[in-house]
């Protein structure tokens, strides 16, 4: 499933928006117009567009709810990922919960198809500087089309309301300068779901894959723009942990998985003071 490439209506996601929604999915699974969940929530919305209906779906790319629809109304139903969030970080003040959003937000098969494209193709083949326009050429370019709004990605990654704090992206004059996620070892068991859940949705019956399928199949990293280097370094973290084994007596190097992600979602917020 792909979203419209202007599935945001110009807007980017907005954390307390989100908070709204997977707080409301937690209550009701009701079917509701996008006016009724503006009225609970307080989310705004209008007529022809408004902020609702593009945080549903960044919601749903973001893999915290599943949506069901029925003529104009929504029924919005948390994820087992959702119940943990609603259940660690309700409000979503937690960086790490932030971070998770981001990157389910661009993994190689988010249905945010422009989120998904910059950051496991362009990023990766023309660097962590973009002009703007160059950005934007591209875009059209990939998606076929004659122009292109990137203000809701600018938006993501720059503004407090949504998630500007992870400083990712820095824009100077006309240039994207985008910045690489530092691991950190409190994140470890995150790192671990992302990589596991990924893992059992796209190779199901594997427990063993080589580390080019976990870069270039899974993505493993690309949304946090992490080099082999970085993404050898979580590996050893994870199989101290005993989460994966690596067996470098192979070439290439092959990564046996040990545990489920089911196991390791309870544990993703289990390091936070």
């Known amino acids: 499933m792909q979203f419209s490439l202007n599935f945001h209506q110009t807007f980017a996601p907005e954390k307390e928006a989100i908070a709204q929604l997977v707080q409301l999915a937690s209550k009701t699974n009701d079917y509701l117009s ?9 989310i705004p919305t209008g007529q022809r567009s408004g902020k609702v209906e593009p945080n549903i779906m960044y919601c749903q790319a973001m893999r915290l709810i599943s949506v069901h629809k029925k003529g104009v109304a929504y029924s919005i139903r948390l994820t087992p990922l959702g119940e943990v969030i609603v259940r660690e970080d309700p409000f979503f003040t937690e960086t790490l919960t932030h971070w998770l959003c981001h990157y389910n937000l661009c993994t190689l098969k988010s249905p945010a198809t422009m989120w998904s494209y910059i950051f496991n193709t362009l990023i990766p083949s023309a660097g962590l500087e973009l002009e703007q326009q160059f950005l934007e050429n591209a875009l059209c370019k990939h998606f076929n089309v004659s122009n292109i709004n990137t203000t809701p990605l600018r938006t993501c990654y720059t503004t407090e309301k949504s998630f500007g704090n992870l400083g990712i992206l820095e824009i100077e004059k006309q240039k994207c300068i985008f910045r ?5 070892r409190v994140f470890r068991y995150l790192y671990a779901y992302l990589l596991i859940s990924e893992w059992e949705e796209l190779f199901p019956n ?3 894959l080589t580390y080019d399928h976990i870069k270039k199949e899974l993505g493993f990293g690309k949304p946090f723009i ?24 192979l070439s290439p190097i092959t990564i046996v998985k040990q545990v489920s992600s089911e196991m390791l979602l309870g544990k993703i917020y289990s390091f936070l003071i």
């Open 206 to 208: 594997q427990t063993e």
């Open 34 to 42: 996008k006016e009724e969940i503006s009225a609970i929530t307080t």
């Open 180 to 184: 690489q996620h530092q691991p950190n």
């Open 226 to 249: 992490w080099d082999d280097f970085v993404i050898m370094d979580i590996l050893d973290t994870l199989q101290e942990e005993r989460i994966v084994l690596i067996n470098r007596q």
